[in-house]
């Protein structure tokens, strides 16, 4: 089966066909860093990133490209209130972003571009735009002629006459149209700006990713990707001005993440339920956020609360605890039984279930299911009164592959519990050999606590979770 993913320009889902065999271009809109990230930030991050995983999993080579806007009015305001340089406040987001989300077990791109490292491309792109004559200046800004562009609206499936009918001309600005939007920004007194042919000022939002995408990846990619907020009109407008300059397709597949919703209300600092994701990550194992994103399909939309995400805690310690009973009895199990073959086939056929799934529009919430089945079988075949470490050795490889794809890392994060649990055993043995039974019998308790559940036998004391 081949990958079929949904496409937004399209509205139907369509087998994926990259440009070059074995290679994949792909690009994200990133972050504006002015503040910290919130969850909804967070959402696309893992969602692109698993995207590219499974890309990678599949064989694609993957040319990832994020970028980080470092200019914008948000940035400017929010130096202005902190009394700092924008480049300084950019910069303090920009690495806080990257701690997040490396944390939250998102790869790195294979490149960062950021506008204020683009400025070059961006008005070269600009004044090639004004040439063609889809774009003009206004008294120091530029715009973008819309109705220049046949097709515009194609993404978002709006007629541009419908789309003319809300649109009004803000106080301050110069355009012939409602509909046209801004390429270059006349720099206002005391603001950071750049030298173009046009006067002093700084990129509009849309042209930079444009920029970027080109400089990086070329006229036409493979995959642009972003949250549902931006079809409209940020990635709209990136069409225009892209294919307008190169007369190709900008991109060939446009992905995007649903919304989060926090206790089914939109997440808004008036409601109060403003959440960052640092302050989560503070709180939670990344892990688990990671695995809640991954728990619904990507373009559906989620809703986020606290006890949502304590069942899907308990949800993740199933599947830990199916990997460290394996492992557990691994020890104790044979090298060959009678019935070997028959489920390493069984084993064999679940990831291909889980790859199926994957292929379908990267369905992650089906593919977890496809793990839930693999553990639930897991568990019914360590109840044999025979096992194989052979079998138990495809059972823990293929958890830990499929989850290291999804960017869960089952596999380490127990063999850091192992080795701390087998510190506190050798304590409490040594205390039990001191006849300190009070130390031995609160050392179990502690484990217990950590549902961490202790077997004294006569060939030693042994570990398994509750």
């Avoid at 087998?15 to 070059?20: A, G, L, Q, R, Y």
């Avoid at 990086?216 to 990619?221: D, F, M, V």
């Avoid at 304590?310 to 949800?315: A, R, V």
Wanted: one cysteine or more; glycine letters at 6%; hydrophobic letters at 40%.
């Amino acid at each position: 089966m081949t990958i079929q993913m949904y496409n937004t320009l399209t509205r139907q889902k369509e087998e994926f066909k990259p440009i070059e065999p074995n290679r994949v271009s792909m690009y994200v809109c990133g972050p504006t860093v002015y503040n910290y990230i919130h969850i909804g930030n967070a959402r696309p991050a893992i969602v692109f990133d698993t995207i590219r995983r499974y890309l990678e999993y599949s064989g694609y080579k993957v040319d990832y490209v994020l970028n980080f806007t470092d200019v914008d009015d948000k940035i400017i305001k929010a130096a202005k209130e902190l009394g700092e340089e924008v480049p300084v406040v950019a910069e303090r987001f920009i690495n806080a972003y990257q701690d997040d989300v490396e944390a939250l077990g998102v790869k790195k791109a294979t490149k960062h571009p950021r506008v204020t490292e683009s400025m070059e491309d961006i008005i070269t792109f600009i004044a090639a735009l004004i040439e063609k004559g889809f774009a003009y200046v206004a008294e120091g800004d530029v715009y973008f002629k819309t109705r220049a562009f046949d097709g515009y609206g194609k993404l978002s499936h709006q007629s541009i006459d419908d789309l003319r009918s809300g649109a009004r001309i803000q106080v301050g600005e110069k355009k012939e149209d409602p509909l046209d939007f801004t390429l270059w920004k006349q720099a206002k007194p005391g603001e950071i700006s750049w030298e173009a042919p046009w006067g002093e000022g700084r990129p509009g939002w849309h042209i930079e990713c444009s920029a970027m995408a080109k400089k990086y990846l070329g006229e036409t990619i493979d995959i642009h990707a972003g949250g549902q907020d931006l079809t409209f009109p940020h990635h709209e407008n990136e069409i225009a001005q892209s294919e307008a300059l190169t007369g190709k397709s900008f991109a060939n597949y446009w992905i995007h993440n649903g919304y989060i919703t926090i206790d089914h209300e939109k997440m808004s600092k008036s409601l109060g339920n403003f959440v960052l994701a640092n302050d989560l990550i503070g709180k939670y194992d990344p892990q688990l956020l990671r695995f809640f994103m991954l728990s619904v399909h990507y373009r559906n939309p989620i809703n986020f609360s606290e006890s949502l995400l304590e069942s899907t805690q308990n949800s993740l310690d199933r599947i830990k605890n199916a990997y460290q009973n394996l492992a557990y009895r691994k020890e104790l199990s044979l090298n060959l039984t009678e019935n070997d073959q028959q489920w390493l086939d069984k084993i064999a056929s679940y990831k291909s279930k889980f790859i199926a799934e994957m292929d379908d529009d990267f369905n992650t919430a089906n593919a977890i299911a496809v793990i839930f089945d693999i553990t639930k079988e897991a568990n019914m075949y360590l109840q044999s009164a025979q096992t194989s470490s052979q079998v138990i050795d495809a059972f823990q490889t293929l958890l830990a592959s499929l989850l290291e794809m999804l960017g869960i890392y089952v596999a380490q994060a127990e063999e850091l519990v192992d080795a701390e649990v087998e510190k506190m055993m050798e304590q409490r043995e040594q205390a039990r050999k001191n006849r300190d039974f009070a130390l031995a019998d609160q050392i179990r308790d502690e484990l217990k606590a950590q549902n961490i559940i202790l077997e004294d036998t006569p060939q030693g004391t042994r570990w398994k979770r509750g």
